[in-house]
């Protein structure tokens, strides 16, 4: 499996913007898979934003994101979108797109330590 982000690189504060994870080599809809967007800004580790599989919903991890932050599936162009409105300064950060066999999203069932796949990365720079 591979993942690929892609996205604009530097946005203005206030800006809502969408970053795809385009999948190949394994199907977005496989029941085992599960997706997650994990960031991680300058000088800090990295942190899980979201998650989301074929059974379970899309799931936004922390909370300070909640209401701006929606992640969802795109099964007809097998990709993962992270949709970010209302983007500060604090969300400037590398976005990787993530996959793991089996586990959840649910709990700690998306644990970062035991990630099957990673993306490269996208870099997202919000200025004020």
């Known amino acids: 499996v591979q993942l690929q982000e892609s996205g604009p690189g530097l946005v203005n504060a206030s800006q809502t913007v969408s970053l795809t994870c385009t999948v190949s080599?394994?199907?977005?809809?496989?029941?085992?898979?599960?997706w997650s967007w994990v960031r991680q800004a300058p000088g800090k580790n990295r942190e899980k934003i979201s998650c989301?599989?074929?059974?379970?919903?899309?799931?936004i991890y922390l909370d300070a994101l909640k209401g701006r932050f929606t992640i969802s599936k795109d099964n007809a162009k097998n990709a993962i979108h992270l949709q970010m409105n209302s983007l500060d300064p604090d969300d400037t950060a590398t976005y990787y797109c993530?996959?793991?066999?089996?586990?959840?999203?649910?709990?700690?069932?998306?644990?970062?330590?035991?990630?099957?796949?990673w993306g490269k990365g996208a870099l997202v720079t919000v200025s004020t």
């Open positions: 993530a996959a793991r066999f089996e586990g959840s999203c649910l709990g700690n069932g998306f644990d970062l330590t035991r990630v099957d796949y």
């Open positions: 080599g394994g199907s977005i809809t496989a029941d085992d898979y599960y």
């Open positions: 989301i599989s074929e059974s379970e919903r899309g799931i």
